[in-house]
Structure formats: structure tokens, C-alpha cells
């Protein structure tokens, strides 16, 4: 299968900190990644699309200086949260783009880490 | 613009009755659609896609496009298929609009 991991699971910080979020491709290349926000009973919302060796593109309204992404390898891309404040603390998750080959057709496919949570006090 | 519309935040049906997950978008193109699933603790993983045409766990979807909609169907709701389900549409780019989600609650 494809698995997609990320760590921590749950972060809890001091305001004013910095936070980093690992998103790894564990059995599979990606060149490209993407992190997503999810507020309590709410959807999730694109926040950047992470890409090896190249910056990453944020949606709008997205921070870049705020949330920093960088995608460093074809199995790693990180986002750190800077100087992190209580209207952050959030559920990230990443997912991870996989090109699949099937019934002579191909096509990709987003496998998702199982998120983490983060809190800001 | 792309949207994704879930106009039902939670659902519940009786185990065995039919089950119908409501989607709706708002695309200028040709659209991919998808159906999400994250069951209790677990990770959001993928049910199916218009374009495979597949059946799985016994859920289908036919994507409208007169209607622009993509509703999920299963004709015998089981326990296990309590879970939230994502409806998601993916345009021109490779990024993935998410509907908000129903939650799907089978009673025994």
C-alpha cells in the first residue's frame, strides 16, 4: 500500500514558538505533497502544495512567512509553524500524490497522513 | 470557481436500509469527482472515483453532469459504514476542493 505518516501526532506550545510538522512518503516517491487545515466540524481546506526541490505554492490567503514549507526530498516535505499563536492551533494533515497504474490507465492519487494536532496556549 | 456542496452534515439511517450521501459542484470544466472516507481515529482515505466506474464496499456513484452531482449510494447500510464522508472535486490543477462532510450514523 501507500502509506503516509506524520509526526508529531500532537504538538502543544507556548505561544510565540515555532512548530514543525513532518509529512513522510513511506514506501513511495513524491514530488509532490500538500498540507490541508481542518477546524473542528469543519472541512478541509488546501493551505499550500509542497513541492520537491521547487517552493511550494500557497492558496490564497495562506501566510507563506507564517507557515513555512519545505519539501526537501521525494519523501519528506515539513511545515513549520512560526511564531505560533492560539488562532493556529488547528488539525494539519498532509497528503501525498502518487501516480497509479491500473487497467492500462494511470492516474494520481492523494494518500493522506493521519494528522496532527495542534494546540497553542 | 470550484465548490463542493454537502447540504447534509449528518445522516442517519437503520442497517439495512438504503443509504443516499448528497453531493453537489460548481465546476466550468470537466471535473474529477471523489468520495472520501475517515472512519472513527483513522486517516481520510479514498472510497472511489467517478472514473473507475468501481463499486467498493458496496458504495457506487454516478457523476451527473446535468445535475452537476455525484451522490453516493448503497442500497444496505451496514454498522461499519458509520463513518464521515468527504465528497471532493479535483478541476484543472492536481489540489482537491473537499466538500464538508456528512456524517453517516447506521443504527442497529
Known amino acids: 500500500g501507500a502509506v503516509v505518516s506524520q509526526h508529531p501526532s500532537r504538538v502543544i506550545c507556548k505561544s510565540g514558538t515555532s512548530v514543525k510538522i513532518e509529512c513522510r512518503s513511506l514506501d513511495f516517491q513524491a514530488t509532490t505533497m500538500f498540507w490541508y487545515r481542518q477546524f473542528p466540524k469543519q472541512s478541509l481546506m488546501l493551505m499550500a502544495t509542497s513541492n520537491e526541490g521547487s517552493k511550494a505554492t500557497y492558496e490564497q490567503g495562506v501566510e507563506k512567512d507564517k507557515f513555512l514549507i519545505n519539501h526537501a526530498s521525494l519523501t519528506l516535505s515539513t511545515l513549520t509553524v512560526t511564531s505560533a499563536h492560539p488562532e493556529d492551533s488547528s488539525f494539519y494533515i498532509c497528503?501525498?500524490?502518487?501516480?497509479?497504474?491500473?487497467?492500462?490507465?494511470?492516474?494520481?492519487?492523494?494518500?493522506f497522513g493521519p494528522g496532527t494536532r495542534l494546540t497553542v496556549l | 470557481a470550484q465548490r463542493v456542496t454537502q447540504p447534509e452534515k449528518l445522516l442517519s439511517v437503520f442497517k439495512g436500509a438504503p443509504v443516499e450521501l448528497k453531493c453537489n459542484y460548481s465546476?466550468?470544466?470537466?471535473?474529477?469527482l471523489f468520495w472520501y472516507v475517515q472512519y472513527s481515529r483513522q486517516r481520510l482515505q479514498l472510497l472511489l472515483r467517478?472514473?473507475s466506474r468501481e463499486s467498493i464496499k458496496g458504495f457506487t456513484a454516478d457523476l451527473n453532469k446535468g445535475e452537476t452531482s455525484f451522490h453516493l449510494k448503497k442500497p444496505f447500510a451496514q454498522e461499519e459504514d458509520s463513518a464521515m464522508y468527504y465528497c471532493a472535486l479535483q478541476g484543472g490543477s492536481e489540489k482537491l476542493v473537499f466538500g464538508k462532510g456528512t456524517k453517516l450514523t447506521v443504527n442497529p
Open positions: 465546476y466550468s470544466g470537466s471535473p474529477e
Open positions: 497528503s501525498a500524490r502518487r501516480d497509479t497504474f491500473r487497467d492500462r490507465s494511470s492516474y494520481n492519487e492523494q494518500f
Open positions: 467517478h472514473i
